[in-house]
């Protein structure tokens, strides 16, 4: 027990994209512990928290240790944020993440009086309570320690506990939220936490899509998935899960099943790759509607020059999508172009103006109006042909392609916001994804 | 700075009993300052709450430190507990605590927000984060200390101080609650122990009145009251204010200055006694309704009955209101009536049933339909014929009286529930309590 994993585990200060400095591995409970999550729908009126402490119980009955994380019940954190904003056009962050934490605190509270009420001993633990420390960076902070000693007391006493999700303390005692959806992450960080042998995320919809089914009927359930297939997917648009609970599910290997709250079908199993899931190149794509790109022209190739400007953008904690960048003057000068949501494009085009006049570029052009597809797939490292037969999936359809960039298991391709949804369509049949491999 | 009140001040057990064992008295800052607590009515919605926070701001202007108690907006407790009554017939009181003391939390938060959307600078805390430790006993925990450290540094950096009002946390760090409208308490524990210079309620009524205006069309507000009468028409049934809070403003002398959030207009100062006020004999008349009464027959008349009747009661968390003993059989037995509320009657007629079997009484008799009628004034010290005066109102209107109690300064009688608000009227009307005195 000399060993501080037992204790609780270390996050580096980005829990996201540190996950390499953590304490890890850690040990597996004697007693096997389950994690179940339940978002905002399926807690939304008591029926529902009734069905969910169910669920709970039925785990505890088949002799697992059950940790609950909660979100806010139906549509409370968006009437919080409507408060705010008849109080104040800009309220401060601080206030704003000491207000939405409320609504986890009533459901936790909920949750707890259901399982009671159904006979069996539960517990309630807010982030504070629990001692899930975060740094101080309020609406969207990172998780740099879970305590184990609360946790570990209360199941250890026979109870079923139910923790906030979205919410931890900073190491002054104040409030902090690790930003919208982050109740995943919280789930996906306690079951790492606690070497769970799954983590179970329910939901209002069945499970993992081969792409958005409001926008492609033919859309298909994916039975298994590896992390790093549904990591490019998060990142690449799939609302379905929170990026930085599913690192955190790869790193310690926990299981992640998003099913739905309402029926006992399985959902979609977030696992480590295994050699079936590479038949298809390409197992789902997605739709990033609401970008807007910024190209800077003239830009010195010489080391250090993108660094200096990403570096810029990063401290206004503006988040970039894409980067593509060309040269041409023989190699002397550069086109760099990037791409960032529509909400951040204001902030963005001050600090490229402010960059083009400090660095002497040429000037700056901007696309308000962008959507981006991408092809994913684990499959596709091995695959040839992807490319063409996306690029001529949208010729065929009309659609003309701004700029495309890839990684390993990722192929985009921006394209005229109002294309999106067509765009979407005529890649997912080109792949025929509506078929189950 | 070696005086332990400098960091905080204990309180004993029971907050509201033992005021003399707190380590007072606390030494005043010497920046004036202020509390200023706003009621769930005066937060109701953002137009309410920016309002409140300009009285905030008004008194910042004015040169001095502000610090805010808030309740939660308008109904929002009652919803929070028909949520639970959804969820659980029976929800642990721990639980419930945990979900009450959201109402508050979100109160808070939006009153910073509207102080600093009028530029000003602010900080919200919780219970917890203030500091305010109490007892472990949910929903009627008792203050036992507050640490003026945080909420000392917060007003050195300026800052206008907004503390959720009806909440602490217990040494386990349990989130506890103070009881229903215990928000005055926070506010006039915190006055005292911050040396505040007034505590200001702020309320939906401009202030207290010699009766419940909706049943005594003539009742008038009092401009002063002292602590001791102001105390017994609390305790009598005066839902203005908490008793608790009176004590702490009694104890440590901070006027309590009971005020319309809606106008400038000046309501009730609750202060030290002075000599004017002694002028009319009774100040105030009040009703207590839903009382239930239960009389022991045949108690032997003994040292160390009634402890032992009044301790069993006690230990069932069942508040007695009036307490009448008679003596017959030439001492030798005694009959006890005392009251209860009308919720507290069941609980109350199982523990005398079980006392009547163990102490061979003769036998217990229950009246589940009285209420009681009060008159209260410290000027009835000296005055003579205020008894006289109360039991020919009553006879000469119809009223029949069935018990009657008196303590220094004041005098009840209980009668029929349904003559209630009828003997109110007579006993305001026959002390002439609408002309100011």
């Given at each position: 027990?000399g060993n ?12 996201a994209?540190?996950?390499n400095?953590w304490?890890?591995p ?12 339940f ?11 009734h ?6 119980i ?16 139906g ?29 986890e ?8 009086m259901?399982?009671?009420?159904a ?14 420390l975060?740094?101080?960076v ?10 184990r ?5 209360e199941?250890?006493a026979?109870?079923?506990v ?13 409030i ?8 995943d992450?919280?789930?996906?960080a306690l ?7 799954i983590?179970e995320?329910y939901?209002?919809?069945?499970g ?28 690449a ?10 690192e ?16 006992d079908?399985?959902g ?14 390409v ?7 609401d ?7 003239g ?13 810029a953008?990063?401290a ?19 086109n760099?172009?990037?791409?960032v949501s529509?909400?951040?494009?204001a902030?963005?085009?001050?600090i490229?103006?402010d960059?083009?006049r400090e ?16 092809a ?12 063409s ?7 065929e ?27 979407l ?11 189950a491999?």
């Amino acid at each position: 027990m000399g060993n501080p994993v037992a204790k609780g585990l270390r996050v580096g200060a980005a829990d996201a994209l540190s996950l390499n400095r953590w304490w890890g591995p850690v040990s597996s409970p004697t007693v096997p512990l389950i994690v179940q999550k339940f978002g905002g729908t399926s807690v939304a009126n008591a029926e529902r928290i009734h069905r969910a402490a169910r669920r709970a119980i039925r785990a505890k009955l088949e002799g697992k240790q059950v940790v609950l994380v909660v979100s806010a019940m139906g549509h409370t954190t968006d009437e919080l944020l409507k408060l705010a904003g008849e109080v104040s056009a800009d309220p401060p962050k601080r206030e704003l993440d000491m207000l939405l934490t409320t609504g986890e605190q009533v459901s936790i509270a909920l949750m707890a009086m259901a399982i009671h009420a159904a006979g069996h001993e539960a517990i309630s633990l807010t982030g504070a309570q629990l001692g899930l420390l975060t740094d101080s960076v309020h609406t969207r902070a990172r998780i740099q320690r879970i305590s184990r000693e609360r946790i570990d007391r209360e199941l250890a006493a026979g109870r079923i506990v139910i923790v906030a999700g979205f919410q931890g303390i900073d190491a002054g005692g104040e409030i902090t939220t690790l930003g919208r959806g982050a109740s995943d992450t919280t789930a996906a960080a306690l079951a790492s936490v606690l070497g769970a042998e799954i983590c179970e995320i329910y939901t209002d919809v069945d499970g993992v899509y081969t792409t958005d089914p409001r926008l492609v009927p033919q859309a298909r359930k994916i039975d298994r998935i590896s992390y790093d297939t549904m990591l490019e997917m998060a990142a690449a648009g799939a609302a379905v899960m929170h990026s930085r609970a599913i690192e955190f599910g790869k790193k310690y290997r926990v299981p992640i099943h998003v099913r739905s709250s309402l029926t006992d079908a399985p959902g979609t199993l977030i696992m480590t790759e295994t050699k079936g899931m590479e038949d298809a190149a390409v197992q789902g794509v997605t739709l990033k509607q609401d970008l807007a790109s910024i190209t800077l022209a003239g830009v010195p190739n010489r080391p250090g020059m993108a660094a200096r400007i990403f570096s810029a953008i990063a401290a206004k904690n503006v988040l970039v999508d894409d980067i593509v960048q060309n040269v041409y003057d023989d190699g002397r000068q550069a086109n760099l172009t990037f791409s960032v949501s529509a909400a951040d494009l204001a902030e963005a085009k001050r600090i490229c103006a402010d960059l083009v006049r400090e660095m002497n570029l040429s000037g700056m052009s901007v696309d308000d109006g962008v959507a981006k597809v991408s092809a994913i797939g684990v499959g596709m490292r091995t695959a040839s042909g992807v490319a063409s037969t996306m690029f001529s999936a949208l010729a065929e359809g009309g659609v003309n392609i701004h700029n495309i960039s890839t990684s390993e298991i990722v192929l985009s391709c921006l394209v005229r916001r109002e294309d999106g949804p067509r765009a979407l369509q005529l890649v997912h049949d080109a792949f025929g994804l509506h078929v189950a491999p």
